[in-house]
């Protein structure tokens, strides 16, 4: 008799606690910004990998349809690539304070208030145009390729100017043994993530599956100041690089992106890539065919 009431009062108090987790997570759900419409799409083999991100979704066409999508193989030779050996006519990077970095399950990326005025406000100017400094966010390996040969991973400095049109700055990341002080905090963020235990670190779960619900709310890392300075001492204030127009390597692959990729790659210590493939996985793009002139 003791045992029967022992076990319904457990159950009584399972039953109870999965209201509260319920309840807990409605509330996340409302309390926060949903991710930003579209199909699910992946990196895998599956039926929402990048050979179908184009039918996935009226919004992804482009992704299947396009004609000038990202990446490519900068170093191939191709009529509509420049290297571009002078340096921007003007880049404005100071030090961008209070930096939010977590995985939104595509990419580890970081975020700030450019809002505001200076400092957190960077810029490259393009042709009289003026982008700033929107996130940056990481890929590996590489999407882009230089004569076949793809990077271990590849850094997107994303940039907006006014009319919304885009311009990235690619800087790809080759492993060596010692670390690369502008790249700890990915080692910090993802021992928090393994800290939480919340798979990939996002912080709502599915109340029937209990699996973690990518695009909800994330775990993030907070630097209290990301200082450009030795990446652009590194990579010669990102020059030369390789000019293109292309496309978003991601649904919903929209085109007319003025892509940078620097030519000098930049050192990644081993723990750090092993911190970055543990957050993100695969996250490449396979590299896309350019019709020609001719119409082939
Ligand atoms: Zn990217």
């Known amino acids: 008799m003791k045992l029967a009431l022992n076990l319904a009062l457990a159950v009584a108090a399972l039953i109870s606690t999965s209201f509260v987790a319920a309840d807990q997570t409605s509330t996340h759900h409302a309390g926060h910004k949903r991710a930003a419409p579209g199909a699910h799409w992946t990196y895998g083999q599956d039926n929402a990998g990048p050979q179908h991100w184009g039918a996935l979704d009226p919004l992804y066409g482009t992704c299947g349809t396009g004609k000038e999508q990202s990446p490519i193989d900068v170093a191939i030779g191709a009529p509509f690539v420049a290297l571009q050996k002078k340096p921007f006519s003007a880049l ?10 977590g995985y939104d399950s595509h990419t580890v990326k970081c975020e700030w208030n450019s809002t505001v005025t200076a400092p957190n406000k960077n810029s490259i100017v393009i042709k009289d145009k003026t982008y700033n400094l929107l996130q940056f966010h990481f890929h590996s390996p590489s999407e882009h390729r230089v004569n076949n040969h793809f990077a271990d991973a590849e850094l997107h400095l994303v940039h907006q100017a006014e009319d919304k049109s885009l311009a990235v700055v690619g800087v790809l ?8 002080p502008f790249f700890e905090w990915v080692v910090k963020l993802d021992k ?23 695009g909800e709310e994330q775990v993030k890392y907070k630097i209290d100041k990301v200082d450009f300075s030795p990446l652009l001492k590194a990579t010669g204030k990102f020059t030369p690089r390789w000019e293109y127009e292309g496309s978003l390597t991601t649904p919903p692959c929209t085109e007319g992106v003025a892509w940078n990729v620097v030519r000098t790659s930049v050192g990644l210590g081993l723990k750090q890539f092993d911190a970055l493939v543990d957050l993100e996985s695969y996250n490449s793009r396979f590299i896309q065919d350019r019709p020609t002139k001719e119409g082939n």
């Not at 404005?92 to 970095?101: M, T």
């Not at 800290?195 to 973690?212: N, R, T």
């Open 173 to 180: 990341l080759e492993v060596q043994a010692n670390s690369n």
């Open 192 to 214: 928090k993530v393994d800290q939480l235990e919340h798979g990939h670190g996002f912080l709502v779960k599915d109340p029937v599956s209990g699996e973690p619900v990518p």
């Open 92 to 101: 404005n990077y100071s030090p961008l304070r209070n930096v939010l970095c």
